[in-house]
Protein backbone atom coordinates (compact mmCIF):
# COMPACT_ATOMS: atom_id res chain seq x y z
CA UNK A 1 0.00 0.00 0.00
CA UNK A 2 1.64 3.26 -0.71
CA UNK A 3 2.47 5.82 1.22
CA UNK A 4 0.28 8.94 2.79
CA UNK A 5 1.48 11.51 4.17
CA UNK A 6 0.17 12.19 7.33
CA UNK A 7 -1.47 15.67 7.88
CA UNK A 8 0.40 18.18 9.54
CA UNK A 9 0.41 18.27 13.14
CA UNK A 10 -1.77 19.96 15.82
CA UNK A 11 -0.58 23.47 17.46
CA UNK A 12 0.52 22.54 20.65
CA UNK A 13 -2.12 24.55 22.12
CA UNK A 14 -4.52 21.92 21.18
CA UNK A 15 -5.74 19.45 22.76
CA UNK A 16 -3.65 16.16 22.76
CA UNK A 17 -3.60 12.46 23.77
CA UNK A 18 -0.53 12.43 25.90
CA UNK A 19 0.51 9.49 28.60
CA UNK A 20 3.36 11.62 29.72
CA UNK A 21 1.22 14.45 31.47
CA UNK A 22 1.12 14.31 35.35
CA UNK A 23 -2.07 12.55 36.17
CA UNK A 24 -2.95 10.66 33.04
CA UNK A 25 -2.98 7.38 34.74
CA UNK A 26 -4.56 7.74 37.33
CA UNK A 27 -7.37 9.42 35.03
CA UNK A 28 -7.18 9.11 31.06
CA UNK A 29 -10.66 9.56 31.42
CA UNK A 30 -9.94 13.74 31.66
CA UNK A 31 -8.22 14.48 28.59
CA UNK A 32 -10.35 11.50 26.72
CA UNK A 33 -13.28 14.10 27.33
CA UNK A 34 -11.37 16.84 26.10
CA UNK A 35 -10.73 15.04 22.73
CA UNK A 36 -14.36 14.08 22.59
CA UNK A 37 -15.77 17.70 22.77
CA UNK A 38 -12.92 19.61 20.61
CA UNK A 39 -11.23 17.01 18.54
CA UNK A 40 -12.94 13.37 18.23
CA UNK A 41 -10.63 12.55 15.48
CA UNK A 42 -7.40 13.39 15.61
CA UNK A 43 -3.64 12.29 14.09
CA UNK A 44 -1.48 11.36 17.17
CA UNK A 45 2.08 12.13 15.29
CA UNK A 46 3.84 10.35 18.04
CA UNK A 47 1.90 7.03 17.29
CA UNK A 48 1.38 7.76 13.38
CA UNK A 49 -2.70 6.98 14.17
CA UNK A 50 -5.68 8.67 14.07
CA UNK A 51 -7.48 8.37 17.35
CA UNK A 52 -11.55 7.98 17.68
CA UNK A 53 -13.52 8.94 20.59
CA UNK A 54 -17.17 8.92 20.44
CA UNK A 55 -19.47 6.43 21.18
CA UNK A 56 -21.16 6.49 17.87
CA UNK A 57 -18.48 6.53 15.88
CA UNK A 58 -16.49 3.94 17.77
CA UNK A 59 -19.52 1.68 17.91
CA UNK A 60 -20.15 1.98 14.19
CA UNK A 61 -15.86 1.31 13.21
CA UNK A 62 -15.78 -1.85 15.59
CA UNK A 63 -18.63 -3.09 13.21
CA UNK A 64 -17.26 -1.71 9.67
CA UNK A 65 -15.81 -5.10 8.05
CA UNK A 66 -14.01 -2.06 5.71
CA UNK A 67 -11.99 -1.46 8.88
CA UNK A 68 -9.19 -4.18 9.15
CA UNK A 69 -7.02 -6.12 11.82
CA UNK A 70 -3.99 -6.93 10.21
CA UNK A 71 -0.87 -4.07 10.69
CA UNK A 72 0.32 -5.03 6.87
CA UNK A 73 -2.13 -3.77 5.12
CA UNK A 74 -1.29 -0.07 7.15
CA UNK A 75 0.68 2.72 5.17
CA UNK A 76 3.99 2.68 5.95
CA UNK A 77 4.90 5.63 8.38
CA UNK A 78 7.69 5.63 10.63
CA UNK A 79 5.95 3.77 13.73
CA UNK A 80 4.66 1.00 11.59
CA UNK A 81 7.44 0.26 9.75
CA UNK A 82 9.41 0.02 13.40
CA UNK A 83 6.56 -2.24 14.69
CA UNK A 84 6.90 -4.51 11.53
CA UNK A 85 11.00 -4.90 12.26
CA UNK A 86 10.17 -5.34 15.54
CA UNK A 87 7.50 -8.31 14.90
CA UNK A 88 10.19 -9.76 12.44
CA UNK A 89 12.57 -10.66 14.66
CA UNK A 90 9.74 -13.13 16.28
CA UNK A 91 9.43 -16.98 15.07
CA UNK A 92 6.52 -17.00 16.78
CA UNK A 93 4.10 -15.66 13.86
CA UNK A 94 2.07 -12.61 15.85
CA UNK A 95 0.70 -11.91 13.17
CA UNK A 96 -0.75 -14.84 12.54
CA UNK A 97 -2.69 -14.28 16.15
CA UNK A 98 -6.53 -13.81 15.54
CA UNK A 99 -6.11 -10.21 16.91
CA UNK A 100 -4.50 -9.54 13.77
CA UNK A 101 -6.29 -11.52 10.71
CA UNK A 102 -9.50 -10.49 9.13
CA UNK A 103 -12.12 -11.95 7.14
CA UNK A 104 -12.48 -15.87 6.46
CA UNK A 105 -9.04 -16.49 7.79
CA UNK A 106 -10.09 -14.67 11.59
CA UNK A 107 -13.33 -16.78 11.13
CA UNK A 108 -11.51 -20.00 10.75
CA UNK A 109 -9.23 -19.47 13.70
CA UNK A 110 -12.15 -18.12 15.67
CA UNK A 111 -14.13 -21.45 14.57
CA UNK A 112 -11.31 -23.51 16.05
CA UNK A 113 -11.52 -21.90 19.80
CA UNK A 114 -14.97 -20.80 19.76
CA UNK A 115 -16.23 -23.86 21.39
CA UNK A 116 -14.42 -23.41 24.67
CA UNK A 117 -15.71 -19.91 25.00
CA UNK A 118 -19.79 -19.89 24.54
CA UNK A 119 -22.10 -19.11 26.99
CA UNK A 120 -22.98 -22.60 27.73
CA UNK A 121 -19.44 -23.72 27.95
CA UNK A 122 -18.57 -21.26 30.02
CA UNK A 123 -21.35 -21.84 32.43
CA UNK A 124 -19.70 -25.28 33.24
CA UNK A 125 -17.21 -23.29 34.91
CA UNK A 126 -19.32 -21.30 37.32
CA UNK A 127 -19.25 -24.19 40.12
CA UNK A 128 -14.89 -24.23 39.50
CA UNK A 129 -14.97 -20.32 39.60
CA UNK A 130 -16.30 -20.44 42.95
CA UNK A 131 -13.79 -23.18 44.17
CA UNK A 132 -10.67 -21.16 42.98
CA UNK A 133 -12.26 -17.68 44.28
CA UNK A 134 -12.65 -20.10 48.02
CA UNK A 135 -8.98 -21.13 47.62
CA UNK A 136 -7.42 -18.01 46.92
CA UNK A 137 -9.18 -16.41 49.86
CA UNK A 138 -8.44 -19.19 52.15
CA UNK A 139 -5.72 -17.97 54.74
CA UNK A 140 -5.89 -14.26 53.34
CA UNK A 141 -5.84 -13.12 56.74
CA UNK A 142 -2.08 -13.75 57.21
CA UNK A 143 -1.78 -11.21 54.85
CA UNK A 144 -2.10 -7.68 56.05
CA UNK A 145 -2.28 -5.92 53.59
CA UNK A 146 -3.70 -8.22 51.14
CA UNK A 147 -2.58 -7.48 47.54
CA UNK A 148 -6.27 -8.13 45.67
CA UNK A 149 -3.97 -7.51 42.34
CA UNK A 150 -1.23 -10.33 42.78
CA UNK A 151 -2.68 -13.03 45.14
CA UNK A 152 -6.18 -13.16 43.83
CA UNK A 153 -7.36 -11.08 40.82
CA UNK A 154 -4.03 -12.21 38.70
CA UNK A 155 -4.17 -16.06 39.71
CA UNK A 156 -8.06 -17.08 39.29
CA UNK A 157 -8.36 -16.29 35.67
CA UNK A 158 -4.59 -17.47 34.95
CA UNK A 159 -5.85 -20.70 36.72
CA UNK A 160 -8.97 -20.85 34.93
CA UNK A 161 -7.56 -19.90 31.43
CA UNK A 162 -5.00 -22.38 31.56
CA UNK A 163 -7.09 -25.14 32.73
CA UNK A 164 -9.15 -24.39 29.90
CA UNK A 165 -6.36 -24.75 27.67
CA UNK A 166 -4.18 -27.87 29.37
CA UNK A 167 -1.40 -25.77 30.56
CA UNK A 168 0.22 -27.54 33.56
CA UNK A 169 -0.33 -25.97 36.91
CA UNK A 170 3.60 -25.87 37.82
CA UNK A 171 3.81 -23.85 34.53
CA UNK A 172 1.55 -20.90 35.59
CA UNK A 173 3.86 -19.05 37.41
CA UNK A 174 6.21 -18.74 34.49
CA UNK A 175 3.36 -18.38 32.24
CA UNK A 176 2.48 -14.93 34.26
CA UNK A 177 5.87 -13.99 34.38
CA UNK A 178 6.12 -14.22 30.57
CA UNK A 179 2.45 -12.47 30.00
CA UNK A 180 3.22 -9.49 32.12
CA UNK A 181 6.10 -8.58 29.66
CA UNK A 182 3.64 -9.87 26.45
CA UNK A 183 1.34 -7.47 27.58
CA UNK A 184 3.59 -4.20 26.66
CA UNK A 185 3.21 -5.69 22.83
CA UNK A 186 -0.05 -3.74 22.14
CA UNK A 187 1.23 -0.75 23.29
CA UNK A 188 2.25 2.33 21.49
CA UNK A 189 4.20 4.32 23.80
CA UNK A 190 6.85 1.85 24.93
CA UNK A 191 10.51 2.47 25.32
CA UNK A 192 12.80 0.52 23.24
CA UNK A 193 13.79 -1.90 26.74
CA UNK A 194 9.70 -2.26 27.25
CA UNK A 195 9.95 -3.44 23.38
CA UNK A 196 12.87 -5.88 23.62
CA UNK A 197 11.12 -7.44 27.17
CA UNK A 198 7.85 -8.11 25.31
CA UNK A 199 9.74 -9.57 22.26
CA UNK A 200 12.32 -12.10 24.42
CA UNK A 201 8.94 -13.11 26.08
CA UNK A 202 6.90 -14.01 22.95
CA UNK A 203 10.00 -15.98 22.07
CA UNK A 204 10.12 -17.88 25.48
CA UNK A 205 6.62 -18.62 25.31
CA UNK A 206 6.80 -19.89 21.26
CA UNK A 207 9.09 -22.05 22.59
CA UNK A 208 6.99 -23.43 25.64
CA UNK A 209 3.75 -23.90 23.65
CA UNK A 210 5.51 -25.76 20.77
CA UNK A 211 6.62 -27.99 23.27
CA UNK A 212 3.13 -28.39 24.69
CA UNK A 213 1.76 -28.93 21.57
CA UNK A 214 3.66 -32.09 20.41
CA UNK A 215 3.07 -33.35 23.69
CA UNK A 216 -0.73 -33.23 23.42
CA UNK A 217 -0.64 -34.23 20.24
CA UNK A 218 1.11 -37.73 21.61
CA UNK A 219 -0.79 -37.49 25.10
CA UNK A 220 -4.10 -35.97 24.48
CA UNK A 221 -6.35 -35.01 27.65
CA UNK A 222 -9.62 -33.00 27.68
CA UNK A 223 -8.94 -29.49 27.04
CA UNK A 224 -8.31 -27.07 24.19
CA UNK A 225 -4.85 -27.98 23.23
CA UNK A 226 -5.34 -31.35 22.91
CA UNK A 227 -8.43 -30.64 20.80
CA UNK A 228 -6.73 -28.63 18.56
CA UNK A 229 -3.12 -30.69 18.32
CA UNK A 230 -5.46 -33.50 17.51
CA UNK A 231 -7.95 -32.46 15.62
CA UNK A 232 -8.90 -34.66 11.83
CA UNK A 233 -6.95 -33.75 8.92
CA UNK A 234 -8.97 -30.85 6.91
CA UNK A 235 -8.76 -27.30 5.45
CA UNK A 236 -10.07 -25.97 8.79
CA UNK A 237 -7.78 -27.72 10.83
CA UNK A 238 -5.16 -25.45 12.80
CA UNK A 239 -1.43 -25.78 11.66
CA UNK A 240 1.31 -26.23 14.66
CA UNK A 241 2.29 -22.47 14.09
CA UNK A 242 -1.45 -21.43 14.70
CA UNK A 243 -2.33 -23.24 17.51
CA UNK A 244 1.13 -21.72 18.88
CA UNK A 245 0.38 -18.73 17.59
CA UNK A 246 -2.69 -18.94 19.41
CA UNK A 247 -2.00 -20.44 22.37
CA UNK A 248 0.49 -17.35 23.55
CA UNK A 249 -2.33 -14.89 22.67
CA UNK A 250 -4.99 -16.68 24.50
CA UNK A 251 -3.35 -17.05 27.23
CA UNK A 252 -2.35 -13.65 28.16
CA UNK A 253 -5.77 -12.24 27.00
CA UNK A 254 -7.19 -14.72 29.04
CA UNK A 255 -5.78 -13.36 32.58
CA UNK A 256 -5.07 -9.97 31.68
CA UNK A 257 -8.28 -8.55 30.84
CA UNK A 258 -10.16 -9.90 33.88
CA UNK A 259 -7.12 -9.31 36.35
CA UNK A 260 -7.70 -5.34 35.13
CA UNK A 261 -11.46 -5.99 35.64
CA UNK A 262 -11.71 -7.28 38.78
CA UNK A 263 -8.62 -4.82 40.32
CA UNK A 264 -9.64 -1.83 38.49
CA UNK A 265 -13.00 -2.44 40.05
CA UNK A 266 -13.02 -2.86 43.40
CA UNK A 267 -10.85 -0.06 43.62
CA UNK A 268 -13.59 1.99 42.44
CA UNK A 269 -15.98 0.59 44.55
CA UNK A 270 -13.81 1.30 47.53
CA UNK A 271 -14.04 4.75 46.72
CA UNK A 272 -17.67 4.70 46.02
CA UNK A 273 -18.82 3.41 49.38
CA UNK A 274 -22.25 3.83 48.43
CA UNK A 275 -21.99 1.39 45.49
CA UNK A 276 -20.25 -1.29 47.22
CA UNK A 277 -22.81 -1.46 49.85
CA UNK A 278 -25.54 -2.07 47.30
CA UNK A 279 -23.11 -4.93 45.83
CA UNK A 280 -23.02 -6.44 48.90
CA UNK A 281 -26.50 -6.24 49.64
CA UNK A 282 -27.96 -7.39 46.47
CA UNK A 283 -27.09 -10.33 44.63
CA UNK A 284 -29.73 -9.57 42.15
CA UNK A 285 -27.58 -6.56 40.91
CA UNK A 286 -24.42 -8.46 39.97
CA UNK A 287 -25.16 -9.28 36.63
CA UNK A 288 -25.41 -5.41 35.79
CA UNK A 289 -22.85 -4.28 38.38
CA UNK A 290 -19.90 -5.81 36.35
CA UNK A 291 -21.81 -4.65 32.98
CA UNK A 292 -21.35 -0.71 34.36
CA UNK A 293 -17.98 -1.59 36.02
CA UNK A 294 -16.68 -2.43 32.88
CA UNK A 295 -18.39 0.68 31.06
CA UNK A 296 -16.75 2.56 33.51
CA UNK A 297 -13.10 1.35 33.62
CA UNK A 298 -12.55 -0.69 30.53
CA UNK A 299 -9.53 -3.36 30.85
CA UNK A 300 -9.10 -2.71 27.29
CA UNK A 301 -9.15 1.37 26.68
CA UNK A 302 -8.25 0.98 23.23
CA UNK A 303 -8.63 -1.16 19.43
CA UNK A 304 -6.58 -0.78 16.80
CA UNK A 305 -7.36 -1.11 12.94
CA UNK A 306 -6.36 -0.32 9.78
CA UNK A 307 -8.83 2.12 6.98
CA UNK A 308 -9.19 -0.34 3.84
CA UNK A 309 -10.91 2.76 2.35
CA UNK A 310 -10.13 5.75 2.73
CA UNK A 311 -12.98 8.04 4.82
CA UNK A 312 -13.86 11.18 6.31
CA UNK A 313 -14.91 11.61 9.82
CA UNK A 314 -15.49 15.34 11.80
CA UNK A 315 -13.65 17.20 8.84
CA UNK A 316 -10.55 15.14 9.15
CA UNK A 317 -9.32 12.76 6.34
CA UNK A 318 -8.53 9.71 6.69
CA UNK A 319 -6.35 8.08 4.32
CA UNK A 320 -6.58 4.43 2.69
CA UNK A 321 -3.90 2.32 5.05
CA UNK A 322 -4.46 4.95 7.89
CA UNK A 323 -3.81 3.57 11.54
CA UNK A 324 -6.94 3.90 13.87
CA UNK A 325 -7.30 3.98 17.19
CA UNK A 326 -10.81 2.94 18.32
CA UNK A 327 -11.23 4.78 21.64
CA UNK A 328 -13.26 2.35 23.91
CA UNK A 329 -12.70 3.75 27.24
CA UNK A 330 -13.57 7.42 25.66
CA UNK A 331 -16.80 5.90 23.87
CA UNK A 332 -17.75 4.17 27.44
CA UNK A 333 -17.89 7.58 29.28
CA UNK A 334 -19.49 9.67 26.01
CA UNK A 335 -21.97 12.03 27.37
CA UNK A 336 -24.30 12.10 24.23
CA UNK A 337 -24.58 8.17 24.95
CA UNK A 338 -24.38 8.22 28.50
CA UNK A 339 -26.37 11.18 29.21
CA UNK A 340 -25.33 13.75 32.47
CA UNK A 341 -24.34 11.21 34.30
CA UNK A 342 -21.48 9.70 31.96
CA UNK A 343 -18.61 9.82 34.31
CA UNK A 344 -20.68 8.50 37.68
CA UNK A 345 -19.96 4.81 38.53
CA UNK A 346 -24.16 3.39 38.96
CA UNK A 347 -24.33 -0.43 39.50
CA UNK A 348 -27.77 -0.41 38.52
CA UNK A 349 -27.54 1.93 35.19
CA UNK A 350 -29.89 1.14 32.02
CA UNK A 351 -28.66 -0.18 29.33
CA UNK A 352 -24.58 -0.50 30.80
CA UNK A 353 -24.46 -3.62 28.74
CA UNK A 354 -23.95 -1.77 25.83
CA UNK A 355 -19.97 -0.51 26.96
CA UNK A 356 -18.07 -1.10 23.98
CA UNK A 357 -15.19 -2.83 26.65
CA UNK A 358 -15.55 -6.37 24.51
CA UNK A 359 -14.81 -4.36 20.98
CA UNK A 360 -17.68 -5.72 18.69
CA UNK A 361 -17.78 -6.60 15.27
CA UNK A 362 -16.17 -9.73 14.08
CA UNK A 363 -13.44 -9.08 16.59
CA UNK A 364 -15.25 -9.15 20.00
CA UNK A 365 -13.77 -10.65 22.28
CA UNK A 366 -14.38 -14.43 22.34
CA UNK A 367 -13.69 -14.40 26.17
CA UNK A 368 -16.30 -11.94 27.02
CA UNK A 369 -18.82 -14.34 28.84
CA UNK A 370 -16.04 -16.09 30.86
CA UNK A 371 -14.26 -12.82 31.75
CA UNK A 372 -18.45 -12.08 32.79
CA UNK A 373 -18.32 -14.93 35.09
CA UNK A 374 -15.13 -14.42 36.90
CA UNK A 375 -16.05 -11.20 37.94
CA UNK A 376 -19.49 -11.62 38.75
CA UNK A 377 -18.15 -14.61 41.15
CA UNK A 378 -14.75 -12.96 42.47
CA UNK A 379 -16.25 -9.71 43.12
CA UNK A 380 -19.28 -10.11 45.24
CA UNK A 381 -18.08 -13.36 47.08
CA UNK A 382 -14.86 -10.86 48.04
CA UNK A 383 -16.53 -8.11 49.18
CA UNK A 384 -18.80 -10.40 51.20
CA UNK A 385 -16.43 -12.56 52.76
CA UNK A 386 -15.02 -9.55 54.14
CA UNK A 387 -17.07 -6.68 54.99
CA UNK A 388 -14.91 -4.56 56.34
CA UNK A 389 -12.69 -4.67 53.29
CA UNK A 390 -10.47 -1.15 53.10
CA UNK A 391 -7.83 0.43 51.14
CA UNK A 392 -4.36 0.32 52.67
CA UNK A 393 -3.15 2.87 50.33
CA UNK A 394 -3.80 6.30 49.57
CA UNK A 395 -3.85 6.67 46.12
CA UNK A 396 -4.41 2.84 43.48
CA UNK A 397 -0.83 2.15 41.69
CA UNK A 398 -2.14 2.13 38.38
CA UNK A 399 0.33 0.45 35.71
CA UNK A 400 1.83 2.68 32.47
CA UNK A 401 0.24 1.09 29.84
CA UNK A 402 -2.40 2.96 27.52
CA UNK A 403 -3.90 0.32 25.86
CA UNK A 404 -4.58 -2.21 28.79
CA UNK A 405 -5.39 -0.55 31.95
CA UNK A 406 -4.63 -1.87 35.64
CA UNK A 407 -3.39 -1.28 38.24
CA UNK A 408 0.14 -2.86 39.76
CA UNK A 409 -0.90 -3.87 42.79
CA UNK A 410 -3.88 -3.06 45.30
CA UNK A 411 -2.93 -3.57 49.18
CA UNK A 412 -6.30 -3.77 51.84
CA UNK A 413 -7.34 -4.64 55.23
CA UNK A 414 -9.26 -7.85 54.88
CA UNK A 415 -10.57 -7.21 58.18
CA UNK A 416 -10.60 -2.71 58.23
CA UNK A 417 -7.60 -0.74 58.82
Not at 43 to 58: G, N, Q, S
Not at 144 to 161: K, N, S, T
Not at 193 to 215: K, P
Amino acid sequence: MSSSPPPAAAPEEAPVLDPLAPGYFDDPYAQYAVLRESQPTYFEPRVDAYIVTRYEDVHRLTRDRSMLADLARANPTPRIMARAARNATLTSGTDKWMLFRDGDDHARLRQALSPAFTPKAVARWHRRTEELVDSLLLGAEEHDPFDVVGRFARLLPAQIISEIMGVPDADIPQLLEWSEAQFRFLESFNTPQQDQAAVDAIREMTTYFSALVADKRSRPTDDLLSALATAPEGEDRLSPDEIVAQMIFLHGAGHGTTENLIGNSLAHLLARPDQLARLRGDPGLEGNAVEELLRFDAPVQFARRIASNGFELHGVAIPAGGDVMLALGAANRDPRKWGESADELDLSRPGAKEHLSFGGGAHHCLGSWLARLEAQVALPRLLRRFPKLSPAYDRPAWSTRVVLRGLEDLPVHLNGG
